[in-house]
């Protein structure tokens, strides 16, 4: 008998992966996902590679023991934060394991009551619990023990209630006032910021707090900074010996430096700036091209490795601003001292020659350390101003030799620009402004003028240059990269795209063109800020990384950041490579690229931490200003669209509210997250991402930032948005397989679900964890 030749079995698709894998009811490993296809050993080292993209894709999780599940999803048995609790009394717990900057909101856990597992856990309390799913997300959490007590320390404000206090968390997680005995209130006043430790036991109502520290500041708008650096660890205080270092730092001589102190370099900054650590200028060269200089503070002269300074800096990873003041990486000494390019005074400096053509293509440079002597220093108002026509006593003197040839080599830039194709994104940015006693004076939109463009393309520039000499010379590099959006990111934006009946192409390679060439298209219709916020929202984020895989973005093969290393710990990197590259033995690096690559994660770890204390006090900032506005009606755009609500930005002051979703009209409503929109299952009535609308203010609270806003009453959407049409309902079957009365398909109507089995009498049904009241 003739033997068959050996037939492989048919390899699956990623989608057949990720579907099985969806399917099982715990995590899987690669080797019951071989078994389960039939793969041979050479089938098995493809579906490693799979594996492997659809990790580095955000398509699925990844546990000890190599275990994977479906992305957004959670284990069977995970580790949880208790949290609060909901609207209806019930305990709500947080995965410890959770990155909401890559995965977004967390998916809601529910904790279900066990009396034979002793007394409940507690908020605060970190425990181990067994989970299952609940419909729509979210999860039941059992108890399995009890990890730790609830956290040693919350951040409070403190209310003086007469023999007793209440502290009330900043977090808006974990808003749930504590009480504290007049023995445990440590001298805390009325309104003021404290530092409060949880005490053991589980008495009814309130749990109770003991205050540790009083931080001094009062609520309010005031509080708002001192709030956010406490409660994202922000450092603020240098180590004695980093303070000693920077204050006894001096001038540089000019020793083997480039002497470029006849050359009239110009520092272009904000108003409000006070440290200046880049000065640029420009003249014609041949056959219609540009020279430039752009001269960088050498802040590596002053900041030796692995020295206090160092250390300090490393740890902060950058400066970080806020309304009312700026917590530095470095010490004042530096950053606003010898660090900082002050006009008509010597400073160190790294610099680098570029040469353009006329088309704004760079084709060489060269990187000289040096002593300069600042011009000036600008404005971008100022410079501005000067270009049209309107120079000051400052300017008047610079317009030919200085000002002219800036803008003339910012026109080539434009051009480069234009042919690699660069993402052009519109993202209005606004300012807090404060007045002299620290309170919101105004909301306004941050001006952009082509001052502002000039020196970004200068910097860009001199950046390109810095990545491209340490790949020539084999330094090791600390890449900016962006990477491309993910295959499932552009499926779900064309599919979004199809409900405003505009066609995306699929296949082929994704560019930032194709992005502004929609942007176009849609320029002139309503809906063109709904689209251009789909578009972010397909983007990936920015990171440092010692590997190069290009910045999407900027459409820049390889990119670095060299140009401020007053305020990122990165461009201080690429200062030091940079310099051993012009002189072997003048600076290092850490050797074990290991070491590098960590690096590289823990500042873009601070990078998105700063942004995040950034951004909570300037909301807090905005909750202050609001205060006095509830009741009041503003236009709004829906900015994020969740299972529990409408995320809102107000057109005037950009100040960000939730519509909570049991307060739109009557309806339930299903969160259709491909197409970023809520449907009404009885009406069809949608709210979708960029949605305008009329809202009214009904609560603000400086204390976290929360802004909680209601739909109009008399609010109907605009015709192009009746036009678009409704979408194919979402229907679900209850959850266990019963239905409702007189519905054979089991669907669900109306505003809820009513309350879950919690006592699991009644086998077979499980509990219902869809509803509008589920937050």
Same mark, same amino acid.
């Given at each position: 008998?003739?033997?068959?030749?050996?037939?492989?079995? /048919?390899?699956?698709?990623?989608?057949?992966?990720?579907?099985?894998?969806?399917?099982?009811?715990?995590?899987?490993?690669?080797?019951?996902?071989?078994?389960?296809?039939?793969?041979?050993?050479?089938?098995?080292?493809?579906?490693?590679?799979?594996?492997?993209?659809?990790?580095?894709?955000?398509?699925?999780?990844?546990?000890?023991?190599?275990?994977?599940?479906?992305?957004?999803?959670?284990?069977?048995? *995970?580790?949880?934060?208790?949290?609060?609790?909901?609207?209806?009394?019930?305990?709500?717990?947080?995965?410890?394991?959770?990155?909401?900057?890559?995965?977004?909101?967390?998916?809601?856990?529910?904790?279900?009551?066990?009396?034979?597992?002793?007394?409940?856990?507690?908020?605060?309390?970190?425990?181990?619990?067994?989970?299952?799913?609940?419909?729509?997300?979210?999860?039941?959490?059992?108890?399995?023990?009890?990890?730790?007590?609830?956290?040693?320390?919350?951040?409070?404000?403190?209310?003086?209630? &007469?023999?007793?206090?209440?502290?009330?968390?900043?977090?808006?997680?974990?808003?749930?006032?504590?009480?504290?005995?007049?023995?445990?209130?440590?001298?805390?006043?009325?309104?003021?910021?404290?530092?409060?430790?949880?005490?053991?036991?589980?008495?009814?109502?309130?749990?109770?707090?003991?205050?540790?520290?009083?931080?001094?500041?009062?609520?309010?708008?005031?509080?708002?900074?001192?709030?956010?650096?406490?409660?994202?660890?922000?450092?603020?205080?240098?180590?004695?010996?980093?303070?000693?270092?920077?204050?006894?730092?001096?001038?540089?001589?000019? &020793?083997?430096?480039?002497?470029?102190?006849?050359?009239?370099?110009?520092?272009?900054?904000?108003? %409000?700036?006070?440290?200046?650590?880049?000065?640029?200028?420009?003249?014609?060269?041949?056959?219609?091209?540009?020279?430039?200089?752009?001269?960088?503070?050498?802040?590596?002269?002053?900041?030796?490795?692995?020295?206090?300074? %160092?250390?300090?800096?490393?740890?902060?990873?950058?400066?970080?601003?806020?309304?009312?003041?700026?917590?530095?990486?470095?010490?004042?000494?530096?950053?606003?001292?010898?660090?900082?390019?002050?006009?008509?005074?010597?400073?160190?400096?790294?610099?680098?020659?570029?040469?353009?053509?006329?088309?704004?293509?760079?084709?060489?440079?060269?990187?000289?350390?040096?002593?300069?002597?600042?011009?000036?220093?600008?404005?971008?108002?100022?410079?501005?101003?000067?270009?049209?026509?309107?120079?000051?006593?400052?300017?008047?003197?610079?317009?030919?030799?200085? $000002?002219?040839?800036?803008?003339?080599?910012?026109?080539?830039?434009?051009?480069?620009?234009?042919?690699?194709?660069?993402?052009?994104?519109?993202? /209005?940015?606004?300012?807090?402004?404060?007045?002299?006693?620290?309170?919101?004076?105004?909301?306004?939109?941050?001006?952009?003028?082509?001052?502002?463009?000039?020196?970004?393309?200068?910097?860009?520039?001199?950046?390109?240059?810095?990545?491209?000499?340490?790949?020539?010379?084999?330094?090791?590099?600390?890449?900016?990269?962006?990477?491309?959006?993910?295959?499932?990111?552009?499926?779900?934006?064309?599919?979004?795209?199809?409900?405003?009946?505009?066609?995306?192409?699929?296949?082929?390679?994704?560019?930032?063109?194709?992005?502004?060439?929609?942007?176009?298209?849609?320029? %002139?219709?309503?809906?063109?800020?709904?689209?251009?916020?789909?578009?972010?929202?397909?983007?990936?984020?920015?990171?440092?990384?010692?590997?190069?895989?290009?910045?999407?973005?900027?459409?820049?093969?390889?990119?670095?950041?060299?140009?401020?290393?007053?305020?990122?710990?990165?461009?201080?990197?690429?200062?030091?490579?940079?310099?051993?590259?012009?002189?072997?033995?003048?600076?290092?690096? /850490?050797?074990?690229?290991?070491?590098?690559?960590?690096?590289?994660?823990?500042?873009?770890?601070?990078?998105?931490?700063?942004?995040?204390?950034?951004?909570?006090?300037?909301?807090?900032?905005?909750?202050?200003?609001?205060?006095?506005?509830?009741?009041?009606?503003?236009?709004?755009?829906?900015?994020?669209?969740?299972?529990?609500?409408?995320?809102?930005?107000?057109? %005037?002051?950009?100040?960000?509210?939730?519509?909570?979703? *049991?307060?739109?009209?009557?309806?339930?409503?299903?969160?259709?997250?491909?197409?970023?929109?809520?449907?009404?299952?009885?009406?069809?009535?949608?709210?979708?991402?960029?949605?305008?609308?009329?809202?009214?203010?009904?609560?603000?609270?400086?204390?976290?930032?929360?802004?909680?806003?209601?739909?109009?009453?008399?609010?109907?959407?605009?015709?192009?948005?009746?036009?678009?049409?409704?979408?194919?309902? $979402?229907?679900?079957?209850?959850?266990?397989?019963?239905?409702?009365?007189?519905?054979?398909?089991?669907?669900?109507?109306?505003?809820?679900? &009513?309350?879950?089995?919690?006592?699991?009498?009644?086998?077979?049904?499980?509990?219902?964890?869809?509803?509008?009241?589920?937050?």
């Amino acid at each position: 008998m003739t033997k068959k030749p050996y037939q492989p079995a /048919p390899f699956p698709s990623r989608q057949e992966i990720l579907d099985f894998i969806a399917r099982q009811p715990g995590s899987m490993g690669k080797r019951e996902i071989a078994r389960a296809f039939k793969l041979d050993a050479g089938q098995k080292i493809r579906l490693k590679r799979i594996l492997r993209e659809l990790k580095d894709e955000g398509l699925l999780g990844q546990e000890r023991g190599k275990r994977l599940r479906p992305s957004g999803s959670l284990p069977d048995v *995970s580790v949880l934060d208790v949290t609060g609790t909901d609207s209806d009394g019930e305990l709500l717990a947080r995965p410890v394991k959770w990155n909401d900057e890559t995965d977004g909101p967390p998916p809601p856990v529910f904790v279900v009551p066990d009396k034979r597992r002793g007394p409940a856990p507690g908020i605060g309390d970190r425990v181990l619990a067994r989970l299952s799913k609940a419909g729509d997300g979210a999860y039941e959490a059992r108890v399995i023990r009890r990890l730790s007590e609830a956290p040693a320390r919350v951040l409070g404000v403190f209310s003086d209630m &007469g023999p007793q206090g209440r502290i009330r968390p900043v977090d808006r997680k974990n808003a749930k006032e504590m009480i504290v005995a007049p023995e445990n209130r440590l001298d805390a006043k009325e309104g003021e910021l404290v530092l409060a430790q949880i005490l053991p036991g589980r008495p009814f109502g309130l749990r109770a707090a003991k205050v540790v520290e009083c931080l001094g500041a009062r609520a309010g708008a005031r509080s708002a900074t001192q709030i956010a650096i406490y409660s994202r660890g922000i450092p603020v205080d240098f180590p004695p010996e980093a303070i000693q270092q920077a204050e006894a730092a001096g001038p540089a001589e000019l &020793g083997s430096r480039t002497d470029l102190r006849d050359i009239p370099l110009v520092t272009i900054d904000g108003a %409000d700036a006070r440290d200046f650590d880049d000065a640029v200028w420009a003249e014609p060269a041949e056959e219609g091209g540009w020279h430039l200089l752009v001269a960088i503070a050498d802040v590596a002269w002053y900041v030796r490795p692995n020295d206090a300074l %160092d250390r300090a800096a490393k740890e902060r990873g950058n400066s970080v601003y806020f309304p009312d003041r700026a917590i530095h990486m470095l010490p004042e000494a530096l950053s606003a001292g010898w660090c900082s390019l002050r006009p008509h005074e010597e400073r160190p400096c790294l610099a680098v020659h570029l040469w353009i053509d006329a088309k704004g293509h760079l084709h060489r440079h060269k990187f000289v350390r040096g002593l300069m002597r600042s011009a000036a220093r600008l404005t971008y108002e100022q410079l501005q101003a000067a270009r049209d026509g309107q120079p000051d006593e400052t300017t008047a003197p610079l317009m030919d030799k200085v $000002v002219a040839p800036l803008y003339g080599a910012y026109e080539a830039f434009l051009k480069d620009r234009e042919n690699r194709g660069v993402l052009e994104l519109d993202l /209005p940015e606004r300012r807090v402004v404060l007045d002299d006693s620290g309170e919101v004076a105004r909301v306004e939109r941050r001006q952009r003028f082509d001052s502002h463009k000039l020196i970004e393309e200068f910097m860009i520039c001199a950046n390109v240059a810095a990545a491209e000499t340490l790949e020539r010379q084999g330094q090791p590099c600390m890449y900016r990269v962006h990477d491309e959006p993910t295959r499932e990111k552009v499926e779900t934006l064309r599919q979004f795209l199809e409900t405003l009946k505009i066609n995306l192409p699929k296949g082929g390679v994704t560019r930032p063109a194709q992005f502004n060439g929609l942007m176009k298209r849609v320029a %002139d219709t309503p809906y063109a800020h709904m689209v251009s916020e789909v578009v972010l929202r397909s983007q990936a984020q920015a990171e440092y990384s010692p590997d190069n895989y290009g910045h999407f973005g900027l459409a820049l093969r390889r990119y670095c950041h060299f140009t401020s290393p007053i305020r990122r710990y990165a461009d201080l990197l690429v200062h030091r490579a940079l310099i051993r590259s012009l002189r072997p033995s003048a600076g290092s690096l /850490p050797k074990d690229p290991g070491d590098f690559k960590q690096i590289g994660k823990h500042i873009s770890d601070t990078e998105r931490r700063a942004s995040a204390a950034e951004r909570d006090a300037v909301d807090r900032y905005m909750a202050a200003f609001m205060a006095d506005k509830v009741g009041a009606t503003f236009a709004a755009r829906v900015n994020g669209v969740t299972r529990f609500g409408l995320f809102v930005t107000l057109d %005037d002051s950009g100040a960000d509210g939730l519509i909570p979703i *049991s307060t739109l009209p009557d309806d339930y409503y299903d969160h259709v997250e491909e197409q970023h929109l809520l449907l009404g299952r009885s009406t069809g009535r949608t709210f979708r991402l960029g949605e305008p609308l009329e809202v009214r203010l009904t609560e603000a609270d400086p204390v976290s930032g929360g802004l909680v806003m209601e739909l109009c009453e008399h609010w109907e959407p605009p015709a192009w948005i009746k036009d678009l049409g409704g979408h194919p309902r $979402v229907t679900r079957a209850r959850p266990g397989g019963s239905h409702r009365k007189g519905d054979p398909k089991g669907n669900y109507k109306g505003k809820s679900r &009513g309350k879950p089995n919690r006592g699991g009498k009644k086998p077979g049904k499980k509990p219902n964890r869809v509803g509008k009241h589920r937050q």
